[in-house]
């Protein structure tokens, strides 16, 4: 399978925990992307990666959140001291260079925070 | 910020019935995609529409880029068992953000009792 994976699908971790979330985007997509949706909304934005360079974060992304694509290829999301609002479905999305607007998402990892 | 209204919010479908929904913007978009996501998996990209006026088709799916460039629809000819799941519209404006899909709350497709 060529798509987008992520690891793990679920985490459930309790409140003050660190946690981390791994993205395998599809070989060869230089654009890389994260998004958090929550029940009966649709994903929102976090932030995106050209290769290695983090080009864009969103105000959602507070200084608890970090993320890395360090050898432009496989990325993590770490969210420091979780929260109970940090519980939702954290979305990764890779595209190409001919079709950037074409985000093609993986399964999401499920987090909840106790 | 931009936001997208889809509607309707839900609907029920009996099979073979054609579907209709829409989405629509106080704002621009110089992209329109289609997603389908099923319950506890990711969007899946069904369609992109790139210009004013567009129409494209995927099997079934037909969508269309409105000229204004403030909203797009999306119908479903002869719907079976498999199109239940949320529909989502997400549109992109180069002008706020080359990385930033602005999405709409969905619209979930459900089977009539």
């Known amino acids: 399978d060529t798509g987008v994976s992520q690891d793990p699908r679920h985490k459930i971790t309790k409140r003050g925990q660190n946690v981390t979330f791994r993205c395998d985007p599809i070989s060869e997509h230089n654009r890389l992307y994260w998004y958090r949706q929550t029940l009966g909304q649709g994903p929102e934005f976090l932030t995106y990666?050209?290769?290695?360079?983090?080009?864009?974060k969103s105000r959602l992304l507070s200084d608890r959140f970090s993320a890395e694509r360090p050898k432009g290829s496989f990325s993590t999301l770490e969210i420091q001291r979780t929260e109970q609002g940090d519980s939702a479905m954290y979305l990764c999305?890779?595209?190409?260079?001919?079709?950037?607007?074409?985000?093609?998402f993986g399964p999401g990892t499920r987090l909840t925070v106790l | 910020g931009q936001q997208l209204n889809q509607s309707p919010q839900s609907m029920f479908i009996q099979e073979g019935e054609d579907v209709s929904m829409n989405c629509t913007s106080s704002s621009i978009f110089n992209t329109w995609l289609w997603y389908k996501q099923d319950p506890g998996e990711g969007p899946v990209l069904l369609i992109a529409?790139?210009?004013?006026?567009e129409l494209t088709s995927n099997g079934r799916l037909t969508a269309q880029f409105g000229i204004t460039r403030k909203d797009s629809f999306l119908n479903i000819s002869a719907s079976i068992p498999s199109d239940v799941g949320i529909y989502f519209c997400a549109g992109l404006n180069y002008g706020g953000s080359q990385g930033n899909l602005i999405f709409g709350k969905g619209t979930k497709l459900s089977v009539k009792p």
């Open positions: 529409l790139y210009k004013a006026g």
């Open positions: 999305a890779s595209s190409d260079s001919l079709a950037t607007d074409e985000q093609f």
């Open positions: 990666f050209q290769n290695e360079a983090q080009l864009e």
